[in-house]
């Protein structure tokens, strides 16, 4: 679900602290901090789309609230009238995240398709998110294939450990034991502090049997 967390907060937070602006990401469920993020880096950005940027604000704050409903109905008109610009792109991401909090997996999906943003980690964050969406669908081998695309996307430590993951665990439910150690060796070798946090090796031997 997403946190009831201050705009002003989120900004401070993700302006001083690069290293938990990643592990957020890293961790999922928090979505809201990605945008968070997303609208400060928009702001100093530039001035074009301003009401396009303007339009998505109430939704935000009912994602925020975890009012979903009232999310979803605020949001919808927001993605189809600014379709393309920055508010619309950003609106289609939160609109998305809140179909998902509904089990609407399919309809998130399509969403998430269509988000179109600059901005890498949320780029990747919308790839991710389409895994989730497949994986829920129970669709693993298409979910595995997005985590390793947004894995491979902008590498960092926290968020491509994080899909490549969540791939192996994809990989494990087509009984594809081979690839699904193959990665998680890859954690091991190159995320060892990830590999540490998640208990890898138990993985790693789950996989081999």
Request: aromatic share 10%; charged share 30%.
């Amino acid at each position: 679900m997403l946190e009831n967390i201050s705009g002003s907060s989120i900004k401070e937070q993700f302006k001083s602290n690069d290293k938990l602006r990643l592990i957020t990401y890293a961790v999922g469920g928090v979505v809201v901090l990605v945008v968070g993020y997303f609208l400060y880096s928009i702001f100093i950005g530039g001035p074009a789309n301003e009401k396009s940027k303007a339009a998505y604000f109430e939704g935000l704050n009912y994602a925020e609230k975890d009012s979903t409903d009232a999310a979803i109905d605020q949001l919808k008109p927001v993605v189809k009238k600014y379709d393309g610009k920055i508010g619309g792109e950003v609106a289609q991401f939160i609109y998305a995240r809140q179909l998902m909090a509904k089990g609407q997996f399919s309809k998130a999906l399509d969403e998430l398709e269509g988000v179109k943003v600059k901005h890498k980690t949320v780029s990747v964050m919308a790839i991710g998110l389409q895994g989730d969406c497949k994986s829920e669908m129970k669709k693993y081998e298409e979910a595995a294939t997005l985590y390793l695309k947004a894995a491979d996307a902008n590498e960092d430590e926290f968020t491509t450990p994080t899909y490549l993951f969540k791939a192996a665990a994809c990989s494990e439910k087509l009984k594809e034991n081979e690839e699904a150690l193959a990665i998680y060796k890859r954690i091991q070798d190159n995320y060892p502090d990830f590999a540490t946090q998640k208990s890898i090796k138990k993985y790693i031997a789950r996989a081999t049997k």
